[in-house]
């Protein structure tokens, strides 16, 4: 992904414009909504360790970048179990193509697992799976051209995600369905500190290839997609993560909901009641061209004003995974889930 630090007051005004009034979300001018009445759920026991192995699998492969031998072998692997739990039948891989910042043009592959697929209503939980071509914030120029093992940024969202559609397989949903998309060409975008020149547009467009694709090409047109949560880089030691911008325009009853309920679970010390900047990253093409409320759960400082230590370095390698942090996040993000379904099943 790539945080954008400035925006225009014209730009802030065709994001606006861009939210779908249409959805369960509220635009931010309308007044603050009651805190919803408690629903108790019984979650599945989120195992840490299991995905800390899923990360470590994904490593193991190496960069993943499209194209070549090792991001293929991943996409199979990938395929494959979620295959296992949600049944083969289920699984779609949608095929996009796409122009790099460089004008080459790169094939890739969305991997969507269909939990519950009959349910018309359905939430997305979302991570990209791709690793960063370049490692154009490493400290080491000469290496700044080699691809990174992305084992947080990439492979900890993807881990979140297996292991919650490992448990789904254990304790199903009743009456909400999930869509789990792991989009590919995420962060194949504009590089830092090797000379690119872009404007500010055609620099954002050069990221999340696969989202955007995704959110043109929708894999089903019949779901009612009440929301979506996005994971990236949620697995690093002493992760923070703030409301995201984009998160707090198109889906603020959400990111309320999810940073509340973080709160009571007590993950506050991850999930801090801190504003944060607007990031370009998969959520904001499933809002714009999509119009679906989605909002990401991002590790970022906003003391420092930046992103894990490790972001687009060679440093992104397993050393730097804390499971519990995974852990934290996945619990989270269960509650949530299995919270909605309890409300379909009472309405």
Not at 230 to 253: C, H, I, N, W
Not at 307 to 328: G, K, R, Y
Not at 332 to 345: A, G, Q, R, S, Y
Request: glycine share 6%; with cysteine.
């Amino acid at each position: 992904m790539r945080w954008i630090s400035v925006i225009s007051i014209a730009w802030l005004t065709l994001l606006a414009s861009c939210s779908d009034n249409t959805t369960q979300e509220q635009p931010n001018n309308m007044p603050p909504a009651p805190a919803p009445q408690p629903v108790t759920v019984t979650i599945p026991d989120f195992n840490a360790d299991s995905a800390f192995q899923f990360v470590a699998d994904q490593v193991n492969f190496g960069p993943r970048v499209p194209g070549t031998p090792e991001h293929d072998a991943c996409r199979q692997y990938l395929v494959d179990q979620l295959g296992k739990w949600v049944g083969p039948e289920n699984i779609i891989q949608q095929k996009g193509r796409g122009r790099l910042f460089n004008g080459k043009v790169t094939d890739f592959t969305n991997i969507i697992a269909e939990v519950n697929p009959a349910a018309k209503q359905r939430i997305l939980l979302m991570a990209h799976w791709d690793t960063r071509l370049y490692a154009d914030h490493d400290s080491d120029e000469n290496r700044r051209k080699e691809p990174i093992l992305g084992a947080n940024d990439g492979g900890s969202g993807v881990a979140v995600l297996l292991e919650i559609a490992r448990l789904f397989s254990q304790q199903p949903l009743q009456n909400l369905g999930v869509d789990i998309i792991l989009f590919d060409a995420e962060d194949q975008g504009k590089p830092d500190n090797m000379g690119y020149v872009a404007t500010q547009e055609q620099s954002m467009k050069s990221w999340c290839l696969g989202s955007q694709h995704w959110s043109k090409n929708r894999h089903r047109t019949d779901a009612a997609y009440r929301y979506g949560i996005l994971l990236d880089m949620v697995g690093a030691a002493e992760a923070t993560f703030p409301k995201e911008g984009y998160s707090r325009q198109f889906a603020p009853r959400l990111t309320d909901r999810i940073w509340r309920k973080a709160g009571q679970l007590g993950y506050g010390q991850y999930f801090i009641q801190q504003n944060g900047i607007p990031i370009t990253d998969d959520h904001y093409f499933v809002n714009t061209i999509a119009n679906i409320p989605t909002v990401d759960i991002i590790h970022y400082d906003p003391n420092t004003g930046r992103f894990d230590e490790s972001w687009h370095t060679h440093d992104d390698d397993l050393s730097v995974i804390d499971p519990q942090v995974m852990q934290a996040v996945g619990e989270v993000v269960l509650h949530i889930v299995f919270e909605e379904d309890v409300k379909l099943t009472k309405s």
